[in-house]
């Protein structure tokens, strides 16, 4: 029996944790044709939960998404703009990542599905456009997401997943792994290469270390001091500490100069001119995130002279899903769970996550 109402977290506008109300009696959507109702088991806190509730994808912000603005939210003219201009529709359940069970189904979905457990690629695609115009509908954000009992979604967004990992651990994949597979697969990671992987503690960095590790790559981590235990046990084979004033050096002293391969980047910011300055001639520079900045300084004669691609992944095709799928099924990804909040305190786990303090993921449990 599928209830009328549900609790839910409900997004009210742009800004602080203020804007994020628990409610009881929201309604519980109901499966258009094509698409499936899951019963959200759990989900987990994603930068771009709090880049939506702040409003910082809006084109004028140009600063580092700090603590501060992640709590308070900014105050911009067109915070209600994301990127690609398309202005958001609140009330918004917001929640990127979901794992849960499929509950019923709408027109065309075949009803045998109904019971499966799940986990849901956040990107909805349209098929019929170029891969860069496909994902602009993005699980809650244009859409409501996990941050509630039920969600609707596309079926072909639900994909089965046969493993004895948690409900917690589960909601860990979707939007940090799939994200990470992405940059892996469009930079073409491969086996005996070096991989320098910023914000290593992080979602999707811990994830970029972990999925270079199973291409057999050598893999050069960076992140605060305090966290350097775990993240040599994701499998980092070298470590620099965040607070490193000169990333470039520290580089050259572990493995030699200009011996990158690739960089998977997720923080931006001032650092990126040392980032490029590490890379090989030919190598390959790939970004899924700036939190510490998104205008950054570069030196254009690295673009230039060694020949460097540079790739920006916002909204990863469906075959890193499938792929992400495999290495959980097969046993080879087990994600790091940081901490667990219940949903009526997820303003609570949203203040945690923006403390940057946690290693891995940071876990919505949704079903009581």
Known sequence: MVPEVMRAMVLTGHGGIDKLVYRE?????????GQVLIRVKASSVNNTDINTRTGWYAPGVTGALTPEIGLLGLQQEDADMTWDRNPLGFPRVQGAAIAGEIVAVGEGVPADRTGERVIVDPVIRDAR???WARGVVFVGSECDGGYAEYAAVAAENAFPVRTEL???ELACFPCAY????????RTQVSEGETVLVTGASGGVGSANVQLARLRGARVVAVAGASKEAAVRELGADFFIPREEGDLAGAVHRLVGERSVDVVADVTGGPALTDMLRVLRRGGRYVTGGAIAGPVPPIDLRDLIYKDLTMIGVANPERD?????VRHIESGELRPVVDKVFPLRELPRAHEYFVR???VGKVVIAVSE
Not at 178 to 185: F, G, K, R, V, Y
């Open 25 to 33: 009696d929201y309604p519980v959507p109901s499966p258009a044709s």
């Open 129 to 131: 456009l170029p891969r």
């Open 166 to 168: 948690s409900d917690a």
């Open 320 to 324: 890193s899903f499938v792929e992400l």
């Open 356 to 358: 940057k303090a946690h």
């Open 178 to 185: 799939s994200t990470a597979e992405e940059m892996l697969q």
